[in-house]
């Protein structure tokens, strides 16, 4: 089984960095750039970049209590006379002459590094541009060889974006950060960051923009495709081999490498590819969940052991549901048809009662739904009330009088309440049940993201009373 929404609160509850660091380094990066502007080398700073995961949006929660790394590079303009170890030590003498940043100065072979204890280290890598008599636009400085070294970060990080975008829906900036979390969490392979986007983005070509709903469609099926890809690639070349920045054709990443690195991380790529498919194939619930865990450790779809099998059987909208005859909702109404619809009950505990007063004044409302790759991109088909739909895919709802013809009054508004059940979106705390606005005028967006039976109504708001004045019929959403 997939268990999409089980893959969305791993992710965004193990893997991911907390949004609040990503602000926290944003804020310090900008006063650190300032207090370069205004430094001796502000003269020839020409501008800065983000570079390596903090660019590609791959950076991950560290292990433990450790920090994450980032990187800055600093655009500067040649200076007649400097060799590559005087960019690196004359910003290290900035940093060491500031109260604010002596006692966190470091230095590396490229780069000089600023160590904020406990929450990240931020290397600061100066890139000297187009220096007189030399065909490389960037370089980088190597302060044991006393040499520039051509780069071209930006070029390599579009090169991961069009990739990003060929497989659609971020698909392969999460895939990469699941992998990066197997590496740095079960320290079964070593591989460095770059090297990896590489060897996984290489894997998409730009025919998967036309099989995305193959190979694409939601993130344990990307995830999936790319191990499986990457474990076939792998096979089929079993010594070390040249491995290129396709940016930078001349730059060769081996220098990250050796053999025994690469031979067991071709092993080990095997290994997950292998009990990815075993769990991705088995067909029972707890079976599955079970493999997954194998994969990725036993926070993965941690809410799953939090539910007892009383508590599993309210979060399911149909009294006396027979588990003997069908997996599940899902599958009930795969089989059974759309009856198996009238069976949901209204009643359950997270479903709020409608805050506003009910009118006898009633005017026709209806809704019309479309069926979306993206939100506000253009639609794949309409959709039915009870249709059956795959997981990571965008809904646009819309509300609609007896003619067919969208509520766009002044005097009206359409609130929506939306309601999930079942266990999937009670592990991700998801259940819902609650009213929400239009956004745009009588119109909502959703995403199917849980599997189970879902629902949502539209209720017609009168702006001057605060009265509803029309109530569409339950709008069943059922996702696999």
Not at 369 to 396: C, F
Request: a positive charge; proline letters at 5%.
């Amino acid at each position: 089984m997939k268990h999409v929404g089980e893959f969305k609160t791993f992710l965004e509850g193990q893997v991911n960095l907390n949004k609040t660091r990503i602000e926290t380094l944003t804020d310090r990066v900008e006063t650190i750039e300032n207090f370069l502007w205004r430094g001796d080398l502000g003269r020839i700073i020409k501008r800065f970049s983000s570079q390596g995961s903090w660019a590609h949006k791959t950076i991950i929660k560290p292990p433990g209590e450790n920090g994450f790394d980032a990187d800055l590079l600093m655009f500067v303009d040649p200076v007649p006379g400097w060799t590559a170890n005087d960019y690196i030590l004359k910003l290290r003498s900035l940093f060491l002459e500031s109260k604010t940043y002596k006692d966190m100065v470091g230095l590396k072979n490229r780069c000089v590094t600023l160590n904020y204890a406990g929450d990240f280290e931020l290397d600061v890598v100066p890139c000297v541009v187009e220096r007189p008599g030399h065909t490389h636009r960037y370089e980088v400085c190597n302060r044991t060889d006393d040499r520039f070294e051509p780069t071209d970060s930006e070029r390599y990080t579009e090169w991961f974006q069009h990739a990003n975008n060929l497989a659609g829906g971020d698909h392969l900036v999460h895939v990469m950060r699941l992998i990066k979390y197997l590496r740095d969490t079960k320290t079964t392979f070593s591989c460095k960051s770059v090297l990896l986007n590489t060897l996984v983005a290489n894997q998409i070509s730009q025919a998967d923009i036309n099989y995305r709903p193959s190979y694409f469609p939601d993130l344990p099926t990307a995830f999936r495709t790319l191990i499986s890809r990457l474990d076939h690639y792998c096979q089929g070349r079993p010594d070390l081999h040249k491995i290129t920045n396709p940016a930078l054709p001349i730059e060769d990443f081996n220098r990250h490498w050796d053999h025994d690195k690469y031979t067991n991380f071709r092993e080990m790529i095997h290994k997950y590819r292998q009990w990815t498919d075993e769990a991705y194939d088995e067909a029972d619930e707890k079976q599955s969940i079970k493999k997954w865990r194998r994969v990725f450790g036993d926070e993965f779809a941690k809410g799953a052991d939090v539910l007892t099998e009383e508590v599993t059987g309210s979060l399911i909208p149909i009294p006396n549901f027979n588990v003997q005859r069908f997996r599940d909702t899902v599958q009930a109404v795969k089989l059974a048809g759309l009856s198996v619809l009238g069976l949901v009950r209204r009643d359950l505990p997270w479903v709020q009662q409608p805050p506003f007063v009910l009118s006898k004044q009633t005017i026709p409302i209806s809704i019309k739904a479309t069926l979306h790759l993206h939100e506000n991109g253009p639609p794949a088909g309409s959709v039915a009330s009870g249709q059956v739909l795959l997981a990571d895919r965008h809904i646009r709802l819309e509300a609609v009088g007896g003619t067919g013809v969208p509520f766009t009054s002044k005097d009206h508004d359409v609130q929506w309440q939306v309601v999930n059940t079942d266990r999937f979106a009670s592990y991700a705390k998801a259940l819902r049940g609650g009213f929400y606005p239009s956004k745009p005028r009588s119109v909502r967006w959703e995403r199917t993201e849980y599997r189970g039976i879902h629902w949502v109504e539209a209720f017609l708001i009168r702006k001057r009373t605060g009265a509803c004045v029309g109530r569409s019929d339950r709008f069943f959403v059922v996702i696999e």
